[in-house]
Protein backbone atom coordinates (compact mmCIF):
# COMPACT_ATOMS: atom_id res chain seq x y z
CA UNK A 1 0.00 0.00 0.00
CA UNK A 2 1.16 3.16 -1.03
CA UNK A 3 0.97 6.32 1.34
CA UNK A 4 -0.11 9.63 -0.57
CA UNK A 5 1.75 12.82 0.05
CA UNK A 6 -0.31 15.38 1.70
CA UNK A 7 -1.77 17.76 -1.03
CA UNK A 8 -0.99 21.18 -1.31
CA UNK A 9 -3.00 23.60 0.29
CA UNK A 10 -6.85 23.47 -1.61
CA UNK A 11 -6.08 20.23 -3.08
CA UNK A 12 -7.60 17.12 -2.95
CA UNK A 13 -4.97 14.00 -2.96
CA UNK A 14 -5.64 11.71 -5.73
CA UNK A 15 -5.84 8.07 -5.53
CA UNK A 16 -3.94 5.77 -8.34
CA UNK A 17 -6.65 3.64 -10.08
CA UNK A 18 -4.55 1.53 -11.63
CA UNK A 19 -5.19 2.68 -15.24
CA UNK A 20 -2.73 3.40 -17.40
CA UNK A 21 -3.15 5.76 -19.72
CA UNK A 22 -0.71 6.94 -22.71
CA UNK A 23 -0.12 9.29 -25.66
CA UNK A 24 1.10 9.80 -29.22
CA UNK A 25 4.49 8.49 -30.02
CA UNK A 26 4.37 11.71 -31.89
CA UNK A 27 3.33 13.57 -29.25
CA UNK A 28 5.18 15.89 -26.29
CA UNK A 29 4.14 16.99 -22.94
CA UNK A 30 5.63 20.09 -22.37
CA UNK A 31 6.17 22.63 -18.91
CA UNK A 32 8.19 25.05 -17.40
CA UNK A 33 8.32 25.61 -13.93
CA UNK A 34 10.03 28.98 -12.10
CA UNK A 35 13.22 27.76 -9.90
CA UNK A 36 10.75 26.77 -6.71
CA UNK A 37 9.14 23.90 -9.58
CA UNK A 38 5.75 26.34 -9.70
CA UNK A 39 4.31 25.30 -13.08
CA UNK A 40 4.23 28.56 -15.11
CA UNK A 41 3.69 27.17 -18.86
CA UNK A 42 2.07 23.62 -19.70
CA UNK A 43 0.86 22.54 -23.20
CA UNK A 44 -2.33 21.16 -24.49
CA UNK A 45 -0.85 17.69 -24.65
CA UNK A 46 0.07 18.25 -20.71
CA UNK A 47 -3.32 19.06 -19.91
CA UNK A 48 -5.06 16.43 -21.80
CA UNK A 49 -3.06 13.52 -20.50
CA UNK A 50 -3.00 14.80 -17.09
CA UNK A 51 -6.73 15.05 -16.88
CA UNK A 52 -6.07 18.61 -15.87
CA UNK A 53 -7.68 22.08 -17.43
CA UNK A 54 -4.97 24.72 -17.89
CA UNK A 55 -5.91 26.67 -14.89
CA UNK A 56 -5.87 24.21 -12.57
CA UNK A 57 -2.08 23.37 -13.26
CA UNK A 58 -0.66 26.95 -13.48
CA UNK A 59 0.34 28.50 -10.21
CA UNK A 60 0.29 24.78 -8.83
CA UNK A 61 3.66 22.95 -7.95
CA UNK A 62 4.60 20.37 -10.22
CA UNK A 63 4.57 17.70 -7.84
CA UNK A 64 0.95 18.04 -8.46
CA UNK A 65 1.11 15.02 -11.03
CA UNK A 66 3.92 12.97 -8.79
CA UNK A 67 2.42 9.59 -8.47
CA UNK A 68 3.02 8.10 -5.05
CA UNK A 69 4.71 4.89 -6.68
CA UNK A 70 7.33 7.18 -7.42
CA UNK A 71 10.88 6.78 -6.08
CA UNK A 72 11.57 9.74 -3.93
CA UNK A 73 15.33 8.80 -5.39
CA UNK A 74 14.58 9.58 -8.64
CA UNK A 75 13.16 13.20 -7.69
CA UNK A 76 16.05 13.74 -5.31
CA UNK A 77 18.92 12.86 -8.54
CA UNK A 78 16.47 15.23 -10.83
CA UNK A 79 16.75 18.04 -8.45
CA UNK A 80 20.46 18.05 -7.46
CA UNK A 81 21.31 17.84 -11.52
CA UNK A 82 18.98 20.69 -12.58
CA UNK A 83 19.97 22.88 -9.69
CA UNK A 84 23.06 22.58 -10.17
CA UNK A 85 22.41 23.60 -13.55
CA UNK A 86 22.66 20.10 -15.67
CA UNK A 87 20.13 18.40 -17.60
CA UNK A 88 18.71 15.17 -16.71
CA UNK A 89 16.68 12.44 -18.68
CA UNK A 90 14.69 10.25 -16.20
CA UNK A 91 11.89 7.68 -16.59
CA UNK A 92 8.64 9.13 -14.76
CA UNK A 93 5.37 7.19 -13.86
CA UNK A 94 2.71 10.69 -13.35
CA UNK A 95 -0.54 10.45 -12.11
CA UNK A 96 -3.52 12.32 -13.70
CA UNK A 97 -6.12 14.29 -12.10
CA UNK A 98 -8.46 11.30 -12.51
CA UNK A 99 -6.36 8.97 -11.21
CA UNK A 100 -4.95 7.47 -13.97
CA UNK A 101 -0.88 7.26 -14.71
CA UNK A 102 1.21 7.42 -17.59
CA UNK A 103 4.53 7.07 -18.03
CA UNK A 104 7.11 9.20 -19.19
CA UNK A 105 10.94 10.22 -20.83
CA UNK A 106 11.24 13.16 -19.30
CA UNK A 107 14.45 15.29 -20.62
CA UNK A 108 14.55 18.48 -17.86
CA UNK A 109 16.44 21.68 -18.18
CA UNK A 110 17.17 24.48 -16.66
CA UNK A 111 16.27 27.93 -17.81
CA UNK A 112 19.01 30.60 -17.58
CA UNK A 113 18.93 34.75 -17.61
CA UNK A 114 20.56 36.65 -19.19
CA UNK A 115 23.44 36.20 -16.22
CA UNK A 116 23.71 32.78 -16.32
CA UNK A 117 21.31 32.41 -13.33
CA UNK A 118 18.69 29.53 -13.55
CA UNK A 119 15.57 30.84 -13.45
CA UNK A 120 12.95 27.86 -14.02
CA UNK A 121 12.86 24.83 -15.39
CA UNK A 122 12.17 23.27 -19.00
CA UNK A 123 10.90 19.64 -19.12
CA UNK A 124 9.83 17.97 -22.51
CA UNK A 125 8.21 14.58 -22.16
CA UNK A 126 7.62 11.73 -24.53
CA UNK A 127 5.98 8.04 -24.32
CA UNK A 128 8.59 5.55 -23.42
CA UNK A 129 8.89 2.32 -25.37
CA UNK A 130 7.06 -1.05 -23.43
CA UNK A 131 11.09 -2.74 -23.67
CA UNK A 132 12.57 0.59 -21.18
CA UNK A 133 9.92 0.67 -19.09
CA UNK A 134 10.21 -3.01 -18.79
CA UNK A 135 13.82 -2.38 -17.78
CA UNK A 136 12.45 0.70 -15.37
CA UNK A 137 10.23 -0.99 -13.36
CA UNK A 138 12.23 -3.65 -11.58
CA UNK A 139 14.42 -0.66 -10.67
CA UNK A 140 12.06 1.43 -9.20
CA UNK A 141 10.26 -1.40 -7.36
CA UNK A 142 13.56 -2.20 -5.71
CA UNK A 143 13.68 1.35 -4.52
CA UNK A 144 10.52 1.72 -3.53
CA UNK A 145 10.71 -1.75 -1.07
CA UNK A 146 13.95 -0.08 0.22
CA UNK A 147 12.09 3.73 0.84
CA UNK A 148 8.81 1.78 2.42
CA UNK A 149 11.72 0.22 4.83
CA UNK A 150 12.55 3.21 6.42
CA UNK A 151 10.54 5.37 8.95
CA UNK A 152 11.14 8.96 7.59
CA UNK A 153 11.07 10.77 4.26
CA UNK A 154 14.91 11.79 4.70
CA UNK A 155 15.81 7.93 5.74
CA UNK A 156 13.79 6.68 2.86
CA UNK A 157 15.38 9.19 0.32
CA UNK A 158 19.14 8.72 1.78
CA UNK A 159 18.70 4.85 1.47
CA UNK A 160 17.03 4.64 -1.65
CA UNK A 161 19.88 7.46 -2.90
CA UNK A 162 22.10 5.06 -1.73
CA UNK A 163 20.88 1.90 -3.44
CA UNK A 164 19.92 3.74 -6.68
CA UNK A 165 23.73 4.79 -6.61
CA UNK A 166 24.71 0.67 -6.45
CA UNK A 167 22.69 -0.31 -8.93
CA UNK A 168 23.28 1.76 -11.48
CA UNK A 169 26.78 0.98 -11.01
CA UNK A 170 26.18 -2.23 -11.09
CA UNK A 171 24.80 -1.80 -14.86
CA UNK A 172 26.46 1.53 -16.12
CA UNK A 173 29.36 4.01 -15.24
CA UNK A 174 26.77 6.50 -14.42
CA UNK A 175 23.07 7.53 -14.04
CA UNK A 176 23.22 9.01 -16.89
CA UNK A 177 25.11 5.95 -18.97
CA UNK A 178 22.08 4.08 -17.26
CA UNK A 179 19.41 5.99 -19.35
CA UNK A 180 21.43 6.75 -22.20
CA UNK A 181 21.33 2.80 -22.44
CA UNK A 182 18.08 2.30 -22.07
CA UNK A 183 17.14 4.65 -24.42
CA UNK A 184 19.61 3.27 -27.49
CA UNK A 185 17.83 -0.04 -26.62
CA UNK A 186 14.67 1.66 -27.26
CA UNK A 187 15.08 3.16 -30.58
CA UNK A 188 17.04 0.07 -31.87
Same mark, same amino acid.
Given at each position: ??????? #?? +????????????? !?? =?????????????? &???? /??????? +????????????? /????? *????? #?? !??????? &?? #??????????????? +??????? #???????????????????????? *?? =?? @???????? @???????????????? =???????? %????? %? @??????? &??? &???????
Amino acid at each position: MTTLEAP #AR +GRTPVRPTGVERS !FG =ADELIVSKTDRRGV &ITYA /NDVFCRV +GAYALDEVIGQPH /NLIRH *PDMPR #AV !FALLWDT &IS #AGQELFAYINNLAKD +GANYWVL #AHVTPSFDERGQIVGYHSNRRRPS *PG =AL @AQVRPLYT @ALLDEERRHPTARAAV =AASSELLT %RLVAE %R @AASYEDL &IWS &IIGAEEN
